[in-house]
């Protein structure tokens, strides 16, 4: 199953020249041509016809000329590899995949969708090089580095296999806030709900020392609070209830509810990881959480070092013998200035 959100969203006359790009990208061809547009440039096409297909990852680019009378444009193709070692690395991706997809394929749809984020978060590490072939699936599963495109290529190629609904969703830059590039991440349909989904973003939280779940199965109301606006339009995303901290009854509106767990984490030296949904965290609710906190660890000889993802409303406490501290999170794999 290919989720083909994007083809679906053009006009007949854009899916023919989507198709014949998708053809002769496939064929290898060095030059092809496709049909002259109007309204939407090909290179657009282009773009949009990869996010579909995130098996195509060889294509670097496309130059096209038109021709005086001509209802069609020739294209010159640009590969990352020649032709023996794109066959070479179609191989490898497909053995892959195939090896990936293979232990959740009996898993329930959340399930599958948790365990392919779960993947990303334990073994793709951020390109801050951003190289080429991390803008690609051949990053995370071929090096194990990607940068956002490559890690939402690599989530939607993994959902395609386990038959899950998948989009790549693309939202601008905004300089003006300091995000200085444009950001991928997924929207995916699961029980025959739509939400978003970041793996890149849980990916930069939790240093490595924990899975987090921030961004796991989000609605637009939620994503929205720290993601910009998507360039192509997206299927909404309305269930704000599924989201993984409130379905494992870590979601709370009570401060009761956050010194009883934060003691109960104390008791079995365990992190605590949760989310608040008792309000925006503002300065004062997140001095009284702390307050608790902190309090809660003095009671058992403890300090408290506390990290807090504010738009989201996550909060992570680790208990330790060292000195109190807070930080604060920004799950934006070094996309600001």
Request: charged fraction near 30%.
């Amino acid at each position: 199953m290919i989720t083909t959100h994007y083809f679906l969203k053009l006009n007949k006359q854009q899916q023919a020249c989507y198709f014949s790009i998708e053809e002769g990208l496939k064929s290898l061809a060095p030059n092809f041509n496709v049909p002259l547009l109007e309204g939407r440039d090909i290179f657009d096409i282009h773009f949009l016809m990869r996010l579909d297909h995130p098996e195509v990852f060889y294509s670097s680019g496309i130059k096209y000329k038109y021709y005086d009378n001509s209802s069609e444009v020739e294209v010159k193709a640009e590969y990352l590899f020649d032709k023996k070692k794109v066959k070479s690395h179609q191989q490898a991706m497909e053995a892959r995949v195939e090896k990936l997809a293979r232990p959740a394929m009996n898993l329930s749809q959340e399930e599958k969708l948790k365990y392919i984020h779960d993947f990303i978060c334990e073994n793709v590490h951020y390109d801050k090089l951003k190289k080429q072939y991390s803008h690609e699936i051949i990053g995370p599963l071929g090096q194990g580095v990607g940068v956002c495109e490559g890690i939402s290529k690599t989530v939607k190629i993994l959902c395609d296999k386990l038959g899950i609904w998948c989009a790549i969703a693309i939202s601008e830059a905004n300089p003006e806030k300091g995000i200085k590039y444009r950001h991928a991440w997924n929207v995916v349909k699961i029980d025959g709900k739509y939400y978003h989904m970041d793996a890149t973003f849980d990916n930069s939280l939790g240093k490595g020392e924990e899975i987090r779940y921030d961004y796991f199965m989000l609605s637009d109301k939620q994503i929205f609070k720290d993601h910009e606006p998507v360039i192509w339009e997206m299927p909404k995303c309305e269930d704000g209830d599924s989201f993984y901290y409130k379905k494992k009854k870590l979601s709370f509106t009570k401060m009761e509810d956050v010194e009883k767990r934060a003691l109960q984490a104390l008791k079995k030296g365990k992190t605590l990881t949760f989310h608040w949904r008792g309000g925006y965290l503002s300065k004062d609710i997140l001095k009284e959480i702390l307050g608790l906190i902190e309090k809660a660890a003095e009671s058992k000889g403890k300090h408290a070092k506390v990290y807090a993802n504010i738009p989201q409303g996550v909060i992570r406490v680790v208990f330790g013998d060292g000195i109190s501290q807070f930080i604060e999170e920004e799950a934006d794999e070094g996309n600001r200035d």
